[in-house]
């Protein structure tokens, strides 16, 4: 109770404050995944428009990922989008309610004969992604791009990433790679995706109360379904489904 009096009196405190924009980070791909990845185009409507009937509206700073993540640690945007809640993000981040989930694991080759080690991005070395695999075995590499190009060339027998950023990536920029890879879907964890507000900028509180109103009006009202349906995102990522882990 003490919380939720406390998140009321932060958010009227930023509301009277005047700050009308809500200032987030995103990926520098951000334009083309609200084309072509269903999950975070459907999250990036629900929150836009529901900050919109708040009186909010939203100013998206596009920068490569690392970058994004640094300004926002920095305090110089309220929050990342999206942001999933890996181990060690809660030391600079405030975690928003959770716009959905989604699966990671391992992306195959659909044939036999992989060679090699299984792969995983370097910027998330600091925690696992999965639970069933150590990451002290992962081949680190730069890039998802790279990781997905050396699996379709047999190089690596799995790549640890996101099953809905994956997919969307071969369906854009690798797509001539495309039908020689797939999720494995026998054993996944699940991971809920947030927006992470930056604790160090000096309005963390009430921008965290403000885009928790948002979300909570936007499941309330059915808009939140309503728009994942249109998106066409998968049931298991979205919130009230079946959160345990494959």
Do not use: C
Request: charged share 20%; aromatic share 10%; net charge positive.
């Amino acid at each position: 109770m003490l919380k939720v009096v406390a998140n009321l009196l932060f958010l009227i405190s930023f509301t009277a404050s005047g700050a009308q924009t809500i200032s987030f980070a995103v990926g520098h791909d951000h334009d083309k995944m609200v084309k072509h990845y269903a999950f975070y185009a459907a999250s990036w409507e629900i929150i836009n428009h529901e900050l919109e009937l708040l009186g909010y509206k939203v100013d998206a700073n596009a920068y490569p990922w690392a970058r994004a993540k640094e300004m926002v640690r920095s305090g110089q945007h309220h929050g990342l989008f999206l942001a999933a809640n890996f181990q060690g993000r809660d030391k600079w981040a405030l975690f928003s309610q959770a716009l959905g989930k989604d699966q990671f694991g391992l992306f195959k080759h659909k044939e036999s004969g992989s060679t090699g080690p299984i792969a995983s991005v370097r910027l998330i070395s600091d925690y696992s992604l999965v639970s069933f695999i150590s990451p002290k075995t992962q081949l680190q590499l730069a890039t998802a791009q790279e990781g997905l190009n050396l699996l379709a060339n047999k190089k690596v027998k799995g790549f640890v990433m996101s099953r809905s950023y994956g997919e969307y990536l071969l369906a854009t920029e690798l797509n001539d790679i495309a039908e020689k890879i797939a999720f494995d879907t026998n054993r996944y964890d699940l991971y809920s995706a947030h927006i992470a507000v930056s604790k160090t900028h000096k309005e963390a509180e009430g921008t965290l109360a403000l885009i928790d109103k948002a979300l909570a009006n936007s499941i309330a009202s059915g808009r939140y379904q309503n728009i994942m349906t249109k998106h066409q995102v998968r049931g298991v990522q979205l919130m009230g489904k079946d959160s345990g882990n494959k």
